[in-house]
C-alpha cells in the first residue's frame, strides 16, 4: 500500500537515533513479559496457595513477585511512553521544518498546481496525525503481536484440552478486522479530502471576504461551507463508528470467551484432567489475546490515517521547483551587470496540474531593451503584458526561445543573484506584519537608511511615512490594510527600490495612484535609480506616454513597438486605447 511505504519512509528520520528507538521496544517487550511473568503466575497461586486447603507461604510470596513484575511493567510503559513522546514530536517538528523549507522554495508555478488551502492542512492536520500515528505505533504496534503470541503459546501450553477455543476466537477476530480495516481507511481517506476543502473554501473566502460582503453574498458563501462540513461529519462519523464499534465488540467477544472457557473448562476439571487453577490462567492468556487486538482496533485508525498524510506530505517534500538553478549557473554581481535585455522568440504556456500545457500565452516575442531604457507595456486584459516581465526574475522559464540579461540567459543566472538585479513591484502591493523599515528593507536589511529614505522620496511614500507618529517603526498590519491602496503601492515600490536593482519591474504598482501622483513617482524613479533599466506594465496611457518607448501587446504577441507619438499616428489599436482614456485624439494625430 502506498500510504504505508509513504509511513516507513519515517524511519529514514531515525538513522542518528536508531539506538534510543531499539531501546524503546526493547523496554515495551520488557513490559510485555513481565506482564505475561505476572499472568503466568496465577495458576500455581490459585492451585497451590489457595485450593487445596493453600499455603500461605506460596500465596505470599507470589503475590509479592506479581505486583513487582506489575511495578516492573509500569516503569518499562513509562520509558516506553517517554520515548513514543520524544519521536512523535521529535517528527513533527522535522516534517514542519522541511515542509516550510520545501515550499517557502517552491517557484510560482508549485502554487499553480498546489493549493494554499491543501498546504496548510500538510503542515498542520497532516503533521498532527503523523505524529500520533508514530507515537501508538511506538506504544503498541511491536507489543500487540508480540503479546498475541506469547499469550497463544502459553494457553496452548497449560490447558492443550482447550486449545480449539484460541483457534475459533482467532479467526473471529481476524475476519472482524479485515472486514472493517478497509472501512476504516476509506472513511480516513473521505475526511482527509473532505477536510481540504473546507481548509481551501476557509482560506478562499476570508481572503476575498471583501468581495463577499460587497455583492452581499455571506449567505451562499455559508450554504456552501455547511454543505462542505456535512461531508467532513459524515465521513468523520463513519470512522469514529467503526472504530467506536470494534472496541465494544472485541471486548465482548473477549468477554464471552473468557465465559465459555469456565464452562468448557468445568467438565475437565470434575474428571481431574484440569485444576481450577489452571483453567482460570487459561481464561487469563485467552483475554491476552483478544485485549491487544482490541488495543490494535485503536491503533489501526491513527495509524491509517497517519499513514494517509504521510504520503500526502511527501507529495510535497517529493515536488522538485518548476525553476531550478543549473549546475553551472555562473554568479553574477549586481553592480556589474549593466541590465540590457533580449527576449529571442520568446514563447510561454502555462502548465495545468495534469501537467499539460494551455494555449501560449506569449508567441515569438522579439524585444531587446538597452540599459537604462524606460519601456511601457501596454495591452488589453490578457495580452501576456505581465506574464512577460514574469520571466525576468524566473517566476516561470520560457517554454521556448531564451531571455539574456547583459547577453547572459536568465536560465544560466542563479536565481537569489538574478533577483538581485530584478525588482519587481507587483500591483497587489502585499506588506508584511511588523514596521515600515522591515518592509522597505526586506530585500536589503543591511542596506544604510539613507538609501532606504531616498527609495521612499523616488516612490513619493516619504511624506507620509515621516508624518506617522512612529515614522519609520510606525506598525505595519497583515497584508499593511492599515494603510490605504495608493500607500501600499507606493511602499511596494520604495521597497523594490531600495536593493537598487539593474532593472526594475513595476507591473501596473501604480494603478491605485491619481494621475499627478503617478506622474511625480515616474519623474523621481530615475533621478534616484539612474542608469537602471525600468519596465513599466500598465493598464492607462498616462502611465506609460513620457516614457522613451511603448510596447504593444495583442493576444501574446507584439502589435507595435514606438514612442506615444509615433504610436498615436500610426496604431489603430493605441488609437482606441487613448481614444477610450483620454477622449478626442488631437486632429493633427489621427492615423491618414
Not at 496457595?49 to 513509562?78: K, P, S
Not at 487459561?282 to 485503536?298: D, E, G, N, R, Y
Not at 543566472?413 to 530584478?422: G, S, T
Request: hydrophobic share 45%; with cysteine.
Amino acid at each position: 500500500m502506498k500510504s504505508l511505504r509513504a509511513f516507513g519512509r519515517l524511519f529514514t528520520i531515525y538513522k542518528k537515533h536508531r539506538g534510543k528507538l531499539i531501546f524503546s521496544q526493547v523496554l515495551l517487550l520488557g513490559a510485555a513479559t513481565l506482564m505475561m511473568l505476572a499472568q503466568a503466575l496465577v495458576s500455581p497461586t490459585i492451585n497451590v496457595g489457595i485450593d487445596n486447603g493453600g499455603n500461605t507461604q506460596v500465596l505470599l510470596r507470589n503475590t509479592v513477585l506479581m505486583v513487582l513484575l506489575a511495578l516492573g511493567a509500569g516503569a518499562c510503559f513509562a520509558g516506553v511512553a517517554h520515548y513514543a513522546t520524544l519521536f512523535s514530536q521529535g517528527t513533527a517538528w522535522w516534517l514542519r521544518v522541511h515542509l516550510y523549507d520545501r515550499i517557502t522554495g517552491f517557484s510560482v508555478g508549485n502554487f499553480d498546481q498546489h493549493r494554499t488551502g491543501q498546504l496548510m492542512v500538510n503542515l498542520n492536520t497532516d503533521v498532527t496525525y503523523v505524529a500520533f500515528a508514530v507515537q501508538f505505533s511506538m506504544m503498541l504496534m511491536l507489543f500487540a503481536p508480540f503479546m498475541v503470541l506469547v499469550a497463544f503459546i502459553l494457553a496452548l501450553a497449560t490447558a492443550p484440552e482447550l486449545s480449539w477455543m484460541i483457534l475459533v476466537v482467532a479467526v473471529v477476530v481476524i475476519l472482524i478486522m479485515l472486514v472493517m480495516v478497509p472501512r476504516i481507511f476509506k472513511a480516513t481517506q473521505q475526511r482527509q479530502k473532505a477536510l481540504d476543502d473546507i481548509n481551501n473554501a476557509v482560506q478562499e473566502d476570508l481572503t476575498g471576504i471583501r468581495v463577499v460582503k460587497a455583492f452581499v453574498r455571506e449567505k451562499l458563501e455559508i450554504e456552501k461551507f455547511e454543505q462542505r462540513t456535512v461531508l467532513l461529519r459524515n465521513a468523520t462519523f463513519a470512522s469514529a463508528f467503526i472504530v467506536g464499534f470494534m472496541m465494544p465488540l472485541l471486548q465482548g467477544i473477549g468477554q464471552l470467551s473468557r465465559a465459555l472457557a469456565l464452562s468448557a473448562g468445568a467438565p475437565y476439571v470434575e474428571s481431574g484432567a484440569l485444576s481450577v487453577g489452571t483453567v482460570i490462567g487459561f481464561t487469563q492468556f485467552l483475554a491476552l489475546i483478544v485485549t491487544p487486538m482490541a488495543l490494535l482496533s485503536v491503533l489501526i485508525p491513527f495509524l491509517l490515517r497517519g499513514a494517509n498524510s504521510a504520503e500526502r506530505i511527501f507529495e510535497v517534500l517529493d515536488t522538485e521547483p518548476s525553476v531550478q538553478d543549473k549546475p553551472d549557473a555562473k554568479p553574477v554581481e549586481r553592480s556589474q551587470m549593466k541590465g540590457r535585455i533580449a527576449f529571442e522568440n520568446v514563447s510561454f504556456a502555462y502548465r495545468r496540474p495534469d501537467g499539460e500545457y494551455d494555449p501560449p500565452v506569449l508567441k515569438n516575442v522579439n524585444l531587446t531593451i538597452e540599459p537604462g531604457e524606460r519601456i511601457g507595456f501596454l495591452g488589453s486584459t490578457g495580452s501576456g503584458k505581465s506574464t512577460l516581465v514574469n520571466l525576468l526574475p524566473r517566476f516561470y522559464d520560457v517554454t521556448e526561445g531564451r531571455l539574456t540579461i547583459d547577453g547572459i540567459d536568465v536560465r544560466d543566472i542563479p536565481q537569489d543573484d538574478l533577483r538581485q538585479v530584478v525588482g519587481i513591484a507587483l500591483q497587489e502591493a502585499v506588506l508584511f506584519q511588523g514596521d515600515v523599515r522591515f518592509n522597505l528593507k526586506f530585500g536589503a536589511p543591511d542596506v544604510d537608511d539613507e538609501v532606504m529614505f531616498g527609495a521612499a522620496k523616488a516612490a513619493d511614500s516619504y511624506a507620509f511615512v515621516d508624518g506617522l507618529p512612529q515614522q519609520w517603526e510606525a506598525p505595519v498590519a497583515r497584508r499593511g490594510y492599515n494603510f490605504s491602496g495608493g500607500q501600499r503601492q507606493r511602499l511596494s515600490m520604495a521597497r523594490a527600490l531600495t536593493p537598487q536593482p539593474r532593472i526594475l519591474v513595476l507591473d501596473d504598482s501604480t494603478s491605485a495612484l491619481d494621475v499627478a501622483t503617478e506622474s511625480r513617482v515616474q519623474a523621481a524613479i530615475p533621478e534616484f535609480a539612474g542608469g537602471t533599466t525600468t519596465l513599466y506594465v500598465a493598464q492607462r496611457i498616462s502611465a506609460v506616454i513620457e516614457l522613451d518607448r511603448i510596447v504593444l501587446l495583442k493576444n501574446g504577441a507584439i502589435d507595435d513597438i514606438g514612442t506615444h507619438e509615433e504610436l498615436l499616428a500610426r496604431s489603430e489599436q493605441y488609437q482606441s486605447i487613448y481614444e477610450s482614456q483620454l477622449g478626442a485624439l488631437p486632429a493633427d494625430e489621427v492615423k491618414s
